[in-house]
């Protein structure tokens, strides 16, 4: 069974910076296309950021030269690297594949941007 532990979330002031970062375990990680994702109160859970296999990234537009995604096969480890964090950033993150059918959703981890 393939389980996904999301952490390093918290509390920020806006234009301040987090690093998530979630383990997964139970699968071959190495050959799967990651994602995070958020979901804000009252929102759709919305992509933000993935990595393919070999490194390959992309982003949604609205983090774009903000957040950084990248991936440790060794480690079975996918990070989000959030810079210049914003309110509108708060919400609840998750990993999970991204181009294939998710896996079964962790927890997440809690960030939240406020003065």
């Known amino acids: 069974q393939v389980r996904l532990v999301e952490s390093g979330g918290g509390l920020v002031q806006p234009g301040g910076s987090l690093r998530l970062s979630c383990v997964a375990s139970?699968?071959?990680?190495?050959?799967?296309?990651m994602g995070w994702y958020r979901q804000a109160p009252g929102k759709q859970r919305e992509l933000v950021a993935r990595?393919?296999?070999?490194?390959?990234?992309n982003y949604a537009d609205s983090v774009k030269g903000r957040f950084t995604i990248s991936r440790d096969n060794a480690k079975s480890t996918v990070y989000l690297q959030m810079n210049s964090l914003k309110p509108e950033d708060t919400a609840v993150y998750f990993c999970?594949?991204?181009?294939?059918?998710?896996?079964?959703w962790g927890q997440g981890t809690q960030v939240t941007v406020s003065s």
């Open positions: 139970g699968t071959i990680f190495s050959i799967n296309g």
């Open positions: 990595i393919t296999s070999g490194g390959s990234t």
């Open positions: 999970n594949r991204a181009w294939a059918s998710a896996y079964d």
